[in-house]
């Protein structure tokens, strides 16, 4: 028995009826109107789930209004400071921070698993050289459950275990072919003296023409880049992954659901889309007059890389970003970066204007990361791809907590339904 209640009253004599309160260990509280139906024959009505928690999570906490993130009770500042990716992954997937020994035997298994099967690269071929990075990911990544049914077990421990270890393992090969398909260079195999993150980098940016030498500023911004994308509660792609997951769909198969939803330009699609907007404002003295477009509703013009249905304060990765910036472009002897300075400058002036003001709208994830990535040398389309590889270790994670869950159960939403009511038939030669 839940120790608190809230009672729905009917303004029409109907008996009220109880529903239990449950709390988390941080957050909101939750009414469980499972029972709603069978008591009242009535539905919930929440589109864009504005107040619906779908599941209960141990993984990932989000104060939005303070602009609080940590992954398993670790504020996501400490993580990025000291943590290597893998080590966020472990955490992130097992619930403990590794100790020596366990991070060395995970890092061992990733590493021992970042080969492609050679039959999937020939996949890369059925793809026109100008596609859309996320749609190769897309197929290439659902293509993965035709090569690994060894894993696709859902049902066996052991067997989700190394689905897991084969996605977190794999997605950086994947995204790296992806790129070397666009540009026409050959496919670079994996190198196991290299760390999961500089690996990336070489895969991405190496050539059997020369050798490659990781850098140590970039090697951090992107192990960084990657840990504050790693994962963040119940998103929209993340939600996709579970509802996906909630038919007994195999691994390969969600994590591909979650690539598709994370493209889109409201999601993680947003990083690329923020690049194509600070280069059609194009100028610091444009940006007043970009600005009151986007007020106008009817222009369908966004702020893109701004705004959060969770955060109503700063995302304190963008923070992380902004500060990530510059330290790439000083790296680089880029401080004096056209689109650094103008994505400051439009911050800025978004920040003090009432529009933004009123609405709590403030920078999110996406808004400086594009910037880090163009320092980077990763071209604009790519975006999105990486943080999809950044994400699988969140999905995975996801998919594995809802399957473990005893309150999961297919995701099956109902409707208020709005079409026609029942009518008679109506013949071809009487059709009006
Ligand atoms: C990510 O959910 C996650 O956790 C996602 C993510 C993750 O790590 O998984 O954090 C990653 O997806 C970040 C978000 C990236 N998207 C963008 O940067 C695109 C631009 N942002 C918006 O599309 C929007 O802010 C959303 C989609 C992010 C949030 O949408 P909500 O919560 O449904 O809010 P809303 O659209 O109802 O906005 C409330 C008001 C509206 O105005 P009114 O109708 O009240 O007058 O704010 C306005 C909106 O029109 N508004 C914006 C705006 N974002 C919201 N106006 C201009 N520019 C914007 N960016």
Redesign the pocket.
Same mark, same amino acid.
């Given at each position: 028995m839940a120790e608190k209640l809230a009672t729905l009253s009917f303004h029409d004599g109907k008996p009220s009826v109880d529903f239990p309160i449950y709390s988390g260990n941080e957050g909101p509280d939750v009414i469980d109107v499972r029972a709603l139906y069978g008591k009242t024959g009535l539905f919930t009505y929440d589109p &864009?789930f504005m107040s619906t928690a779908s599941c209960r999570s141990s993984i990932t906490y989000i104060d939005g209004d303070v602009g609080i993130l940590q992954y398993r009770g670790y504020p996501i500042e400490n993580l990025v400071e000291t943590c290597s990716f893998l080590e966020v992954a472990y955490l992130i997937l097992f619930g403990e921070l590794p100790k020596k020994d366990q991070l060395d035997t995970f890092v061992d298994t990733i590493t021992h698993h970042t080969m492609v099967h050679e039959q999937l690269s020939r996949f890369y071929n059925g793809f026109r050289r100008d596609a859309h990075p996320m749609a190769v990911m897309c197929g290439v990544v659902g293509a993965l459950s035709a090569f690994y049914h060894d894993s696709i077990d859902i049902n066996d421990a052991r067997s989700r275990e190394i689905s897991a270890y084969r996605l977190i393992a794999k997605l950086p090969t994947i995204t790296a072919m992806t790129y070397k398909y666009t540009t026409g260079q050959p496919f670079m195999y994996p190198r196991n003296n290299l760390s999961y993150v500089e690996n990336f980098l070489y895969m991405t940016f190496g050539t059997p023409c020369e050798d490659w030498k990781p850098n140590p500023v970039l090697t951090r911004a992107m192990e960084r880049i990657l840990i504050l994308?790693a994962d963040?509660?119940q998103? /929209?792609?993340?939600s996709t992954v579970r509802l996906a997951g909630s038919t007994g769909a195999n691994p390969f198969a969600c994590i591909s659901a979650g690539i598709a939803a994370l493209w889109g330009?409201?999601? &993680?699609g /947003?990083n690329e889309?923020?690049l194509k907007m600070l280069d059609y404002i194009g100028d610091v003295k444009n940006i007043p007059q970009f600005l009151e477009r986007?007020k106008v509703?009817e222009d369908h013009t966004?702020?893109?890389?701004?705004?959060?249905?969770?955060y109503k304060n700063y995302?304190p990765r963008a923070r992380i970003i902004q500060k990530t910036c510059h330290e790439v472009l000083e790296a680089l002897d880029l401080k004096d970066d056209k689109l650094f300075k103008l994505a400051m400058a439009l911050e800025k002036i978004a920040l003090e204007d009432d529009y933004f003001i009123k609405?709590k709208?403030y920078p999110?994830?996406?808004f400086y990361s594009g910037i880090v990535y163009k320092a980077l040398g990763i071209p604009v389309p790519m975006f999105t791809a990486i943080f999809a590889l950044a994400?699988t270790v969140g999905w995975i994670a996801q998919w594995n907590e809802m399957l473990g869950d005893a309150d999961a159960k297919i995701g099956r939403p109902r409707q208020l339904f709005t079409g026609a009511a029942r009518r008679d038939f109506v013949p071809m030669g009487q059709r009006k």
């Open positions: &864009g994308h963040h509660e998103n /929209a792609s993340t330009p409201a999601h &993680g /947003a889309a923020v986007v509703k966004m702020l893109m890389g701004f705004g959060h249905r969770v995302d609405r709208l999110n994830v996406d994400r």
